[in-house]
Structure formats: C-alpha cells, structure tokens
C-alpha cells in the first residue's frame, strides 16, 4: 500500500495522506517526479514498462518516475525513483526540479540531468521495467505517434530536449 502526504494548490503541506488508488478530495494534491537522463549527445535515457505493468503496459517511458510517498521530499521521491526503477544513483540534494507541470490532481517535478550512462551497469527492477535505450527526440516522437511511449505531448518532449543545457539542469559524472 503506497501512502502520499497531500498538499494544498499553493503546494503547502495539508498534513492528510492518501493511499494510491482512492480518489482524491477536491483541493487535494499529490507530488509526482520524472528524472529525464540526457548523455553527451542529446540522446534521453528512456525505458519499456513490463507487460504486465498496470498502467501503460509495454510502452515506453521517461528515464523515471513515480510518486512521492509519505515522508518524501520532491527530491528524496526522484533519487528513490531513480534507484528503484534503473539502479542509478544520483544525489539529489541541494538539486530542484528543472520544471514543474501542474497536472489535474498534483504537481510534476521534472528533474533533468546529463550523464553518461553505460546502460549494461543498470539493474532494472522487474515489476516495473522490462528494457532501456538511449533515444532521440525524433524518435520518442515517432514511438508517440505510432502509440509506443506514454502519450506526452509532444511540446512537452520537445521543452525537455531543449532545456536540457539551460540553467537548472544538472551535469553529473
């Protein structure tokens, strides 16, 4: 069972929880992080859901993501994430997210992050990831148009590409 603290529209602590999978109240919010890997050449880290994954079976993804649980910080929620889904560690402290999408019933922290990655070192957690690649933007668009990757908007994968370089993006080794 997945507990989320709930937040209020200005992003204040309501001091309430959720289990995932009960409708939210109305005026009730929840956090969700996305980390987006970009290596030296532009490409994303990107990664197929298992088949039997609920949700988005068999398609393909951001870097990763979830929910912040109980007790997670934006941050703390991205680094967990991270690890859980890829086996990457990256410390995330002192890091804020690039951007913030304001989705129905929370607040999408999207952190961007440049490194390079040797994708054979990555452990991929069973439940949830059944492969990963390296990709282009064109070619996340195509697996968009032909329904192969979560259906972003496309303006949104284009943002994440070309923010990818600007101030509050991070670089690790």
Known sequence: MEIWDLYDVNRNKVNRTAVRGEELQPGDYHIIVHVCIFNTDGEML?????????????????????????????????????????????????????????IERGFDDIYLIEKNVDLHTLKLQYEEVQAVKWASKEEILRLIETGEFIPYYESLIHLLFDSRKQPGSVRRK
């Not at 949700?55 to 859980?84: C, F, H, I, K, V």
């Open 46 to 102: 990107i990664q197929q859901r298992q088949p039997f994954k609920e949700g988005w079976s068999n398609m393909w993804d951001l870097t990763a993501g979830g929910s912040a649980t109980a007790g997670d910080t934006s941050q703390t929620a991205a680094q967990r994430e991270l690890y859980e889904e890829i086996g990457l560690k990256v410390d995330f402290e002192n890091v804020r997210p690039h951007l913030t999408v304001h």
